[in-house]
């Protein structure tokens, strides 16, 4: 059974910055294309970034590329993954959850395990 748990989020104000972290474990997730989702309220859920399980293959949406970074670190026991938010916007607010799932970064595919989210206010 995987376990996927999110922190760092809060309140920001504009042009800020914050990281988030996705701890991972009980699956060798080493191997596994790890996610960062987001959903607004009123909004469907949108994939931010997506790395693949040798960290060398990145997909960041449009509307955060040069400004989000997504990297990970395993070891023998989990995986960390992070998302560093810079210059951050209004609209960047929204609940952020990590996804895990089998499989490349440029391939569609879907997410088997997920967080259960942290909450990211950026005031303007």
């Known amino acids: 059974q995987g376990q996927l748990v999110e922190s760092g989020g809060g309140l920001v104000q504009a042009g800020g910055s914050l990281r988030l972290s996705c701890a991972a474990s009980?699956?060798?997730?080493?191997?596994?294309?790890m996610g960062w989702f987001r959903q607004a309220p009123g909004k469907d859920r949108e994939l931010v970034a997506a790395i693949s399980w040798a960290g060398g293959t990145t997909f960041y949406a449009d509307s955060v590329k040069g400004r989000f970074t997504i990297s990970r670190r395993d070891n023998a026991k989990n995986t960390t993954v992070y998302l560093q938010m810079n210059s951050l916007k209004s609209e960047d607010t929204a609940v952020y959850s990590c996804?895990?799932?089998?499989?490349?970064?440029?391939?569609?595919?879907?997410?088997?395990?997920w967080g259960q989210g942290t909450q990211v206010t950026v005031s303007s």
């Open positions: 996804a895990a799932r089998r499989g490349s970064v440029r391939t569609p595919g879907n997410y088997d395990y």
């Open positions: 009980g699956r060798t997730f080493s191997m596994y294309v």
